[in-house]
């Protein structure tokens, strides 16, 4: 799924030409884009789908192994049947893990394609209706900071490592870490290693696999940031916003040109002007007056 996906949504495809705009108010365009839409959006979904249903049968089968070792090793008293049981279980729990840790990374990376390619859709909104730019919350652009803007709902996100840290793809790659400890301390010990023996081999399994799964989990990513090639970027303006702020840009001109320049200002002067005006007509009578006497 994942290599269909991204070459539905290939960054490196040829560019289309920004300047021609869908037509404004085209029903027929914005029909196909809402359909492209929904389907990217559908395919969205049952990727998120599957990575919570994977994510729950790898836990569940990893609680499972774990009980039915300890009943094993209570059974046999941590004899020849825990260790045959121990020597399967193990093994197979972790490659599960594996498995599933790879295709979490994998439905991550699409997501982020798939993210790339509404972020062009809702371009293609813009141009047929410039005027929903205030109310689009998520990006509208399909660089980095419109990728940004997407995933953290109009503000841009920023990636840190306590937001690394919480997301599925770490906690499962944590976990085949730990199992995978697990597994080199049981076998250490079974070949009579003394306690600190087993515990620097636990520790030393732990970081290799857990840094090893890192960098598969973080390489795509920097695949993408160099590879990205951006049809509609973020307008450099630092007084536009949000993520239409490309339409928004270019409305500012046209506000502008509504008002004449220092019109405020003008109408001021018209006031003091009517002002003077009105307080000279009675001073003009009485001169006259005083003329006449």
């Given amino acids: 799924m994942s290599a269909s996906i991204g070459a539905a949504v290939d ?40 990575s919570m249903t994977r994510t729950t049968i790898f836990l569940t089968v990893v609680s499972a192994t774990l009980v039915a070792l300890a009943l094993t090793a209570d059974a046999s008293t941590f004899g020849t049947t825990f260790t045959l049981v121990s020597l399967v279980a193990l093994p197979a729990v972790w490659l599960l893990g594996l498995a599933t840790y790879v295709r979490l990374v994998h ?24 005027e929903l730019a205030p109310y689009l919350t998520a990006g509208a652009a399909d ?25 599925t793809p770490t906690l499962v790659m944590t976990v085949d870490a730990a199992l995978a400890a697990g597994f080199a301390a049981f076998l250490a010990s079974r070949l009579g290693s003394t306690t600190p023996g087993i515990t620097a081999v636990a520790l030393a399994v732990f970081a290799l696999v857990w840094l090893l799964l890192l960098v598969v989990q973080i390489r795509p990513l920097f695949v993408i940031r160099r590879t990205l090639e951006s049809r509609f970027p973020t307008p450099v303006d630092p007084l536009a916003t949000g993520p239409a702020s490309a339409s928004v840009t270019k409305a500012r001109p046209e506000r502008a040109q509504e008002q004449p320049e220092h019109g405020p200002q003008h109408d001021a002067d018209g006031v003091e002007d009517q002002v003077v005006d009105v307080g000279a007509a009675p001073r003009m009578e009485q001169l006259q007056d005083l003329d006449g006497q």
């Fill in 107 to 130: 439905i991550n990376i699409s997501d982020v394609y798939l993210v790339i390619a509404m972020n062009r859709l809702r371009r293609a909104y813009l141009d047929v209706a410039p």
């Fill in 11 to 50: 960054v490196a495809s040829p560019r289309p030409d920004a300047s021609q705009a869908p037509p404004a108010g085209s029903s027929s365009a914005a029909t196909f884009l809402a359909t492209e839409h929904w389907s990217l959006l559908g395919t969205r979904s049952m990727m998120w789908q599957e």
């Fill in 143 to 167: 660089d980095e900071p419109g990728i940004a803007a997407t995933y953290g709902l109009g503000h841009p996100a920023k990636a840190s490592l306590g937001n690394f840290l919480v997301t």
